[in-house]
């Protein structure tokens, strides 16, 4: 099975064998109180029905398996004084990692009433899965987690992301079979070919096959042996095997293959990282792997009721139920806890035995205490470079054109350069860096592949700081791995495509969320996106790619975690960028261009409308600091373009209309300050956008969201809101916002409908706009592209 | 490369050799033609600027290799009368599959005007990506698609959805190498395990190795031969090789070994299906796949200004651009389409030569034609149980608890066993059908497992109907192409994880309003989903599984595609579940609940609630048809309890107050009735909600849906709306809505701050409520679940 390594090896001395099964032992009792004991968590006393929690909930299935690999890795760490994180993807199983945290001293740390002792042994099982106690599940309360698992499928991800330029560390991850069958997880094998032993650290995965799922068999459970060994050779790892059925069930067995398998494991791991950084790398190493085969609900009751329990898909959450009211069940939940012998584990005050605890590593190579898993304690400040330097020059509004994604692309750039040696920021992307104009990035680095570099391949390298793999997946996760130990990053995706990550996004606010209250948690790098190649530049590709609902999401989360910003111009955009990179613990998404477009600020004015959030363009509004006929506000770099437009109309058909123009760049500004930290007093906004005047609102994403934003505000009746509305296909760029109704002449004839004043004139330049849109069409399905006019029209100052 | 194969075999006379070739040559001028042709599509004249299109939009890049398939495809389906259909991942690659479509004839007989003649391929080449054209990628458009790839990751999950219960049909799915990349195909290379060849048709998939995405080069071209070939013999496939380099580049070589390939590949197919229908599944089968590596942009310009074409990154979209005014780029093109030879593949009249034409299949056998590619010209009706049969005696409001879902569990029972013949619907999960309460369904069928059954396996088979495959994404996908093939399906899912696939239902409901809109195309059954496990009963996972935004997503759709239902109890989803499975075209979303729950409705009122989608519940109302003082509205199984707890406190508060309960089953009644085609008319729902009462609406997911979904309505302004407000953790069920202020003692607070009449008389009321929120907090953190009178809290009958 292992072919090399000596089935007869028997690396563990007959003392630290029976020590570390009592370890196991001590790990495995301290799970099974957690799901089941409200009170008498030593056993001094005959279990009784009140000793048993009323509601019973966690996972046991997976908790055995989890217990056996801490005790094997606090091993291996001792010997080699190695610097390791535990990444849990099986993360239901939360009474595990307690349990160890709590056996190495490093819980008691981080919640000091919980004490190594029997009262605080008592609070341990009480509180799990408790109310006003921690969640059942791997959670950001659990000391040394960075992935909770509540949501399965991106453990692999984040192991490999928190290895990246850590060449010290070692992430042991486990893989649930279960997991292991979601599509995040099968691509995430694949994160070997991007990651550079001469300056990462190194990733040991733990498949973890125990066969059954809630409520069936796992399907990497369930293919032959030489199946299983090849997929993970195509995966290009080398995988050693620790197998229950191999050793005829016998756990000493067991635990001396478990010690031979992780001795090898890390020796080729040292010795790929000293031959790559005393030799550079030559060629991708094929990196070890443990296979681990137990049972499901591995020592724990064989049969209830005549149904099979260890080993069956029955042992997934809590295998003996009604515990207070059936006393056959409530012995076999004593017997069953007993047979761990408690009595020589704990001693008179409920302390873990000092001979156990000496098994455990010492201060912050526990991996309940590793910084690394609280990233915040590591984080360094990006150097930054000062953004105004890149501004565009903008002499008056409208009078430059410049693509803002590329201008971004400089300052990235500069970012990369300057945090060079601290090799603490990278970008991520599913092969879009270059096509979302970023391409400035490789004049300083390269896209990274640890696979076959060929000769005319181009901006590739081992080790490049581009990550680019066709997985918006495979980008979230490892970003999320990186940041959450401690560094700083980008994500630059297609709009419509981060719907891919919908449910990674809502799992990490979730986490930026809890740990903002949990004290020891310290404050990670914001979560960054650009969201380019958007909705209105999709005339290439048509309806598929056309998508701007992530805002729509993001707004669901918690206002202290998210942002969203829509800058109208490259100047905005790196004003943007910089706050982005400069802020903390958030989840920051700004959608914006990428296509040559019209400048309207320079940086002074860009850098004062984005403090601001949202403000009136006075250069482009005729009424001069009163009170306005009609406020047309934009949101986004194709409405701004399209509402200044319609103003242009506006203003020359009806010289005498007072115009405002007010343009948003912080969608936040729109909710009221009670409801946001970013909202604007209701007095601002009255008086941005009157009480009473009719706003026509040019949006970039799904109209509704600004009503949904703004429905409590005074004037939110004559809200009236443009934006997609889900209308596409191939055309030109104008003719997308056409037939979306949100182009300048669909504006003008939004206005002119609202305004009371103008009844009775309007009848010629309804058929101005008429004749337009039909010369438009006319164009367009003649000549494939939109009409000079509209194409190179720009904003002049009058 | 391929042991089995005669590397000397050459399975292809000289003649038909030459034929076959010629044939790929044409696919591939039409190809190109259609990128960049506006005129002049014969080339007849030499080709100058005027005939080139302005824009020049779609992709080269993959398109040979895909045309290159279709040829032999043709072939082996001329030889075996195969009933085969083409999934393209490389959806991008629309000039392929549009090229073929014509040249095999299906496409003008869908679309007349582009006839098969110069004129007709003058029209084929302008409409390509052209404003009031066809897209360009596979879309809904192009005849024989199922799946349009502009989102990648999922054809092969829908060429195996398509290939279940169908036996006779062989779905060839091409996979392309940056696709293969993707976390749902990386996954869905397993479906393999669920795939039964005694009943279930065949999937060959094609892998395509071009070597380059958009900007780099893709992973699984650039891992060594023998990890390539591990990795699929490692998910369960016998994979063949053809391969440019290996026959040095030369075309005719690589006919011939695609050729022998594809017969070896027919022919192991064909005896694994008469193995099994012969005697039986005894084994799963090891399904033959291909491996094709061609250069991207084959057959294209090699060198461009220098730098290198074909086989390049650089052709993936437009080769030679700017061919407009750049004659030395104009002049590769035309030496580049002239290299295929067009004189000697058409006509005078621009048709396709009469002896090239015959190597296409006829009739339905043409690909383009197969009927199972529009699936709604197969689709039959379900034979339907009555679904009154299942109802629940409810002999007055409250008087019953029930578990909805597993009630519901019964009709999907019986749905099953009346279209077991037929085999035409399947059930769908994520492993949790049990978890669901639809473990009814058990007694009729089984899980699928095409894969080891051990002897103590439950409820699992070579050959059931529930397919459960922890993975959202091909849940999701299977489900797709069963339904796009005319069958019948339901994904059964916990609530939170529903957004794993927010961007797969984005893409369905694009191609359902789409496909509403082409004539040819036949409307399919919906896809229905049942969402449980939702927000409010996660008291045992905490804030990780929590999230009802899914509903939010799916408003963003159009108006005639999707439906969100909250039937609030046991008959109520009984009568929608009818409604849902004999819809069709639609995606309908029904969130219920599964734990014991009080019911409400008998089945009389049950039908008619639903029918109305909305209603006032007579039995809980004090206001006897008048005007009520206020309207307590409920939507959601949870709130509608906690509403009617509400309301039994306040009419015990202050008797005199005239309450009106109104239930909501169906969200799009809210809309106005010109946004939605089950909008609620002004007048009706004035009448239902009044013009000027407090509404306290009482809202299972995000509150702001029903602000966005009523704010035009004439009482907006006194709606106030309780819902989930991302605050949740392991608790108690009634914690959990305390802790969202969506609990009875809370709306009873809402309701009382709004009632003006009331003023001085609340202070004994809220003296109550604070005192039952604290005696509830004090009773959960002591006892760890809800105090008795919360749980067994009754409806009772005045």
Known sequence: MNAEIDQNAKPLSPDLLQKMDAYFRASNYLSVGQIYLYDNPLLRVPLAPEHVKPRLLGHWGTSPGLNFVYVHLNRVINNHDLDMIYVTGPGHGGPS????????????????????????????????SFPGGVPSHVASETPGSINEGGELGYCLSHAFGAAFDNPDLIVTCVVGDGEAETGPLATSWHSNKFLNPEYDGAVLPILHLNDGKIAGPTVL???PHNELDMLFRGYGYKPYYVDYDSVNGDTMALHQQMAAVMDRAIAEIKAIQADARANGLKERPVWPMIVMRTPKGWTGPKVIDGLKYEGSFRSHQVPVSETKTNLDHLKILEEWMRSYKPEELFDEDGRFLPELEALAPKGIRRM??????????????????????????VPHPGATVAEATRIQGRMIRDVITLNEEARNFRVFSPDETESNRWGAVFEVTDRCLVADIKPDDYQISHNGRIMEMLSEHQCEGWLEGYILTGRHGFFSCYEAFIHIIDSMFNQHAKWLEVTRHIPWRRPVASLNYLLTSH????DHNGLSHQNPGFMDIVMNKKADITRVYLPPDANTLLSVTDHCLRSRHRINVIVAGKQPALQYLNMDDAIKHCTAGAGIWEWASNDKGGEPDVVMACCGDIPTMETLAAVKILREQFPELKIRVVNVVNLMVLQPSNEHPNGMPDKDFDSLFTTDKPIIFAYHGYPWL??????RRTNHKNLHVRGYKEEGTTTTPFDMVVLNDLDRFHLVGDTIDRLPQLAGRTAYTKQYLRDRLLEHKAYVHQYGEDMPEIRDWKWTDD
Chains 1, 2 share one sequence.
């Open 97 to 128: 990692l307690v349990a160890h945290t709590y056996l190495e001293g490093s819980y008691s740390e981080f919640y000091p009433n919980v004490s190594q002792d029997e009262q605080g042994m008592k609070k341990l099982f009480t509180q799990f």
């Open 221 to 223: 459970a369930r293919i």
């Open 368 to 393: 309940g205490a590793n910084p690394h898993a609280n990233g915040g304690i590591l984080l360094r400040d990006l150097r930054m470079p000062d953004f105004r330097d890149y501004a565009v020059d």
């Open 535 to 538: 909705v209105w530049r999709q």
């Open 706 to 711: 600004i009503h949904r934003l703004t429905y």
